[in-house]
Every structure is written in C-alpha cells, then in structure tokens.
C-alpha cells in the first residue's frame, strides 16, 4: 500500500449497513485495500464487486487475518458480533462494532474480557451521535449550559414494516434493544458520568406477538440516574406499514436547574409525495406515497455520496486511525451501560417490577 494510503479495511457482514460501511470506506482517501466477508458469499461478492475490493470471502476469519487488513469493521448481525470482535482484537487489529456491543450479557463479558487481555481498541457504532442535532446538544452540555440535569425524555417511533425486517433478521433485536438503546447511549453521553441506577418500565403486546414475535409494540420506561435525575424513555415500532418515516422519528428533551433544549427531530418538516412512489432504505420492496425526508436512521445518499450520521461516523473513525485524533464514538463501557440499561427496561417491563443497576452478567 502507498504511504498516502496506510489501511486496510476489512468489512465482516455485507448487509444494509456493512454495505454502506464498505462504500464509504472504499472512497476514503485513506483506505488503499477492502475485503468483504459475509457468510453468504454470494453476498460477499456482490458487494466486493460493487465496492472493487480487493478481497472476498465466506469466511469472516480469513478476512480479519488477512495481513494486509489493519482494521475492521463488524456489521454482522447483532447477536453474533463476538466471535469476529475477539479475533480482531486478539490479532491488534482496531474495531468498529456496530450497536449495540451484543444482545447477551455474557457475550458482552467475552468481549470486554477480550479487550483487556490484549489492550486492544474498540469502539461501537451508535451513530446518532454524530447526527448535527445531537453533536450540537453534546456541546451545550459540554459548556455546562443547562446546569445540573433534573430530567428529561427521549422518545422513537417507526413503521411496523421495519421492525419486522429487523425482527426477521433476529427475533432478539426487539425495538428497545435495537433502537431504543441510540436514546438511552445518547441520554448517558449527555449525562457523562452520572449512570442510570434504576428502571421501571411497562410494555404493551399486540402486533408483534401475533406475529410470532416476542417483541412489545409499546415500552415506556422511567430511568433514575445516579444523582437522581429521572428521563422517560419510549419506544414504538408498531405504527402502521406505510407511516412516512422512513427510519427514525424521534424527540428528545433535557430540563436543567440553568436551561432547557428541546431537539424535534420528527422530521415533518420535510415531507415528499409521489405518486411514482418512495422506496424505503430499509426494507427491500417497500415504498411509501408520502415520505419524511431525512428520517432514514443512517442518513441519505445525495448527488453520488452518502450524507448524514453513519456518513460522519465511518469517515471520522477512519480519520481517527490514521491522525490520532480524539473522536466520540461510544467507548466499549459506555455500551456495557446501554446494554445492561435496554436489558433492565425490557426485564422490568415483563415483570412489572423495578430493576436496579448494574445487572449481575
């Protein structure tokens, strides 16, 4: 590789998001080599082919241990990041996982366990963090702005159509575990250093349990941090089929002793009707009359590049790697907390009962 161009990138899952991981990296003027891997290796090759990889393979193994390969994303499906995420790290290689770190406890342990042992570098990918709204609200809280937070809340809705795709996907990325948990890494960056210690939550069955699925249609929870601030968290994927947005509908609010913010991020304030109808970036063969444009969670493409918060979140961590620079990206314990926080409301919601922090793995 040139020296203008030191990394290597392997991309292990060649879906949705590994797919557009893969794009942007192979447009990096950083990246002077890509290998692709999925377990499907049609699907590894496709996108190789579409990226001009240099590297394809079923095996996710073969791709983290390739010697040209200096750093790796994992875009597998949730429940199996580990095995990937260990290997890499157990062979220096720094890590970009995406969210959340894992759907178990014990998995999680694995990988923190592994990180020690090797003193590796993992980050995880929760990139609502780099969306502009949420990198300006980080700010004010960062000047101290709003005084001490008393509380606050952060709410999601979206379409059935997607949480069936996910669910379809793995019946255990259930919309608090899978989207709810951007929110509450968000409210836990905003409250840096002041740790949730107490859950309760209820949930609502319908949908998705006719369906076959475990998941509720509504959660609503109360978290109470460690100073005692109190943030209602609430999450609905069940809305109908063809509601117009087209990832992420969502609103969040922090109260403090000195200030308020309110951050709308609904989206009604673009919306697109066609008759030709909108195809949904999500869910393959699914298209909407009426659209909330700039709702997809990961951003757009937009005049031949990809625009938004997974846009600025690879490119930053590429930066990262080759300048030193600091970056944002959650730190492998910040999302231990996410997940064991998405573990409790889930938990409280289906026995009616508190749920105190941390959990025991």
Known sequence: MAQSRPLGVAVIG???IGTLRARLAAKHPSVGFVAIADR?????KALAETTNADLHSGNNFEIIERPEVN???VSTPEGEHAAPVKRALELGKPVLVEKPIALALGDAADILATLKTTGGDLRVGYSRRYKECYLRAKEQMI?????RVTGGLARVYNSRAQAFAILQRDPHATPVLDVLTYYVDLM????????PVEIVARGQHGIFREAGYGAHDVTWAIVTFADGAVVNF????????KYPTMGQSDRVELLGTEGTMIIDDDHMDHVLYSDRGI???YVPDHQVNMAFLGSNTAGDWAVGDFWGPLGNETRAWLDHL????????TTPQQALINLQTTLAIERSAVTGQPVRLPLET
């Open 14 to 16: 060649a879906g949705r």
């Open 40 to 44: 499907d290796p049609a699907r590894a």
């Open 71 to 73: 750093a790796v994303f």
């Open 143 to 147: 000047q101290g702005r709003l005084g």
């Open 188 to 195: 836990c960056w905003f409250l840096e250093g002041n740790p």
């Open 234 to 241: 609430g999450v609905s994927y069940a809305l109908p089929a």
């Open 279 to 281: 195809p949904h970036a």
């Open 322 to 329: 080759v300048t030193g620079q600091p970056t944002v990206h």
